[in-house]
């Protein structure tokens, strides 16, 4: 059996503690990245292979991973992006009807370090009490103090530009060209789910690198701008926060999710903070204040934006907060055709409850169409 040769593994944090585990398919060698860990029961593929994980060693408090294998049809990227996986329970024999191959061989294509045997449940407290930071998960285990120098150089994700990295290099699109509605999305690390609920709404969408310009994305001649969600530090891009206020001196409708609802806020001047240790999963409770409605969402974030900032600013309204610890979820500029949310409406995976923001999206794009016929 695989489990009786494979290597003993651990997990070392920045701070010296280390948690021992066995390296997941023979896979021999070290991966750094800032751990952090994901709540979700379901959904590890699209987990491992969305662009905001990137650089950020996942550990999944689900008791078992790659028990149901993985699909071609659910990947939210091109590729694996998480620097590396920590498990309890790592399943080498899958069973599902319709899967394409074991997570054992998928991340071996994609040469990603994982290791299992882990107590998650002590890391996961762990983390919660002292913070997401900087880690390695490696076979190494005698070399602890060589991998403690190598921690200290390696870069904290405060302060780290990472966008650049998972960006499409040129511009793409999506959907059908004959379409209704044409998008111009600016990808800083964008979910294909993200561009599915934008086409099955009639939109014909132009995926622009993060760093286009706004001659650039006017060529498309859009109805509305998109900014997607992303990882690392939002602060760092002060290009595209330039950006942001170029388009909305245009008044086109402009929407974002995560990293873009970050940088829209930073350019109304609303700073941005470094969690303690983040909202990753699929069961976050939101507060719709327009509605009054409550929402479970999928969330994946470890920035947020400054309550006090927003609250002071008349030119913004805050239109949604969690209702676990009253982050601001939402906001719209009143003088603006804009509005974004902290957590992902596209959910992939995670509940449907905030689709109706894509359709509120639209129907902003529709009226703003009426009123310059």
Known sequence: MKYQTRKKAMILLADGTVFYGKAVAGKEGSSFGEVCFNTGTTGYQEIFTDPSYFGQIMVTT?????????????????????????CKNFSYVPSRVGMTDSLENYLATYNVMAISDVDTRALVRYIRDNGAQNAVISTEVDQIESLKEQLKAFPD???????????????????????????AALDFGIKKNILRNFAKRDCYIK???????????????????????????????????????????????????????????????????????????????????????????????????????????????ITHSHLNDNEVMGIKLKDKNCFSVQYHPEAGPGPNDATYLFDQFIENIKQHKLQTV
Not at 67 to 81: F, P, T
Not at 228 to 239: A, C, I, K, R, Y
């Open 157 to 183: 994700m405060k302060g780290l530009e990472l966008a650049s990295k998972v960006s499409t290099k040129e511009p793409y699109y999506v959907g059908e060209p004959n379409a209704t509605y044409k998008i």
């Open 62 to 86: 689900n008791a078992h991973i790659g028990n149901y294998g993985v699909k071609n049809d659910e990947e939210e990227s091109d590729s694996v992006k998480i620097a590396g996986l920590v």
């Open 207 to 317: 995926v622009f690198p993060y760093n286009a310009t706004l001659k650039e994305l006017k060529t498309f001649q859009p109805d509305g701008y998109f900014l997607s969600n992303g990882p690392g530090d939002p602060e760092p891009l002060t290009e595209v926060i330039a950006l942001i206020n170029e388009i909305l001196a245009e008044d086109l409708p402009l929407f974002g999710i995560c990293l873009g609802h970050q940088l829209i806020a930073l350019s109304q001047r609303i700073p941005t903070y470094k969690m303690h240790n983040g909202h990753r999963g699929i069961n976050h409770p939101v507060m719709n204040h327009i509605t009054g409605r409550g929402e479970i969402t999928s969330q994946n974030h470890g920035f947020s934006i400054d309550r006090a900032a927003a609250q002071a600013n008349t030119s913004v309204e």
